[in-house]
């Protein structure tokens, strides 16, 4: 894309000269290329005219040498399996199904045990929230702000205006619950709801934070979001953490005991929407009008998560969300994690 001037230039000179229609605009450097283009090759998503036309851009790049691409060489074989017990959960398929290569780091070489602040403050929030709906806790802003106060572990969190910032979210977050979520007449009939089921070998594990009943015999399996981010309804109608919420309470005798699930959603604890926390919710599949069951449709999407696990097949995702991946000096995908030339 062209480049712009910076707004802050006017205020060391008063008038920008007129644009030379002589000058070329700027453009990415031969390596912003070179890494951008091979990004788009690997995009699934790119037309083939558009990949094609890449390809070519590729082969007349300055400085292109493809011998130092991370693609370029073998995987190797691995006599001794990388992973002996045979449990996961959504957090960890769903991290596969993003990126193996982040799985990989994460979960298999353990590279990135810190517990951040933000899976603190998720756990005080969760917390909170939990017992406020056991009627552990009161229905009330102050008695839940002294809680969470007495709660807050100060050594969890960067010092100064981050943990400032981070108690006043609590506060808003928790006014937001009671203003539209405590008192809106559901039903709660389960809490923290630990569930596991097979799926081939192997032993599937997870956790629903709230359990509400609906229409009789109906429930509603509510997810707390505590980050900035969230979905629109669209982009969750085929969201694996909901689908693996419904298929635990077939699998699960615990689960399937409290009654049928009718409705499972995201409640994103930061947001509001039109006068009530924003939420993504999606309402129990249908079988197909082939006949094929849904469970085993969601049980067929895990299983071929766990067999890309067990069969090692760690190479990086070109279409991952790699914004926030700690990974990037690491990983072949972006210029900090690639080889290092020798000469």
Request: proline share 6%; charged share 30%.
């Amino acid at each position: 894309s062209s480049a712009e001037p910076s707004r802050f230039l006017k205020l060391l000179v008063p008038a920008l000269p007129e644009q030379n229609a002589d000058v070329p605009e700027l453009v990415n450097s031969a390596r912003e290329a070179e890494i951008s283009w091979r990004r788009r090759v690997a995009y699934g998503a790119a037309s083939p005219a558009e990949r094609l036309a890449v390809v070519w851009g590729l082969t007349r790049l300055p400085e292109a040498d493809p011998r130092r691409w991370w693609w370029g060489r073998r995987w190797t074989h691995n006599d001794t399996p990388a992973l002996i017990e045979k449990k996961t959960s959504y957090s960890r398929f769903a991290t596969y199904e993003d990126c193996p290569l982040k799985y990989l780091m994460g979960q298999v070489l353990g590279l990135d045990p810190v517990q951040t602040y933000q899976m603190a403050y998720g756990s005080l929030v969760h917390g909170l929230l939990e017992d406020l709906e056991k009627g552990e806790l009161p229905r009330d802003l102050d008695a839940l702000l002294a809680e969470a106060e007495r709660r807050w572990r100060p050594e969890a969190y960067p010092p100064g205006a981050v943990s400032a910032w981070l108690r006043r979210d609590v506060r808003a977050i928790l006014e937001r619950y009671l203003k539209f979520e405590a008192n809106n007449g559901h039903t709660t009939i389960a809490v923290e709801s630990w569930f596991e089921f097979d799926i081939g070998d192997w032993l599937v594990r997870g956790k629903i934070d709230r359990i509400d009943q609906v229409h009789g015999n109906g429930l509603r399996l509510c997810d707390y979001k505590t980050s900035n981010s969230y979905k629109f309804e669209s982009a969750v109608k085929d969201d694996l953490q909901l689908m693996t919420y419904f298929l635990a309470c077939m699998r699960s005798d615990e689960l399937r005991a409290l009654g049928t699930p009718k409705i499972a959603e995201l409640i994103y604890l930061r947001h509001e929407k039109e006068g009530s926390i924003r939420r993504a919710a999606i309402n129990r599949p249908k079988d197909a009008e082939d006949g094929t069951r849904w469970d085993d449709v969601v049980e067929g999407r895990i299983a071929e998560l766990i067999r890309g696990i067990e069969e090692e097949d760690f190479a990086p995702n070109p279409d991952a969300e790699c914004r926030f991946c700690s990974f990037k000096p690491l990983c072949p995908m972006w210029p900090q994690g690639e080889e290092l030339r020798v000469s």
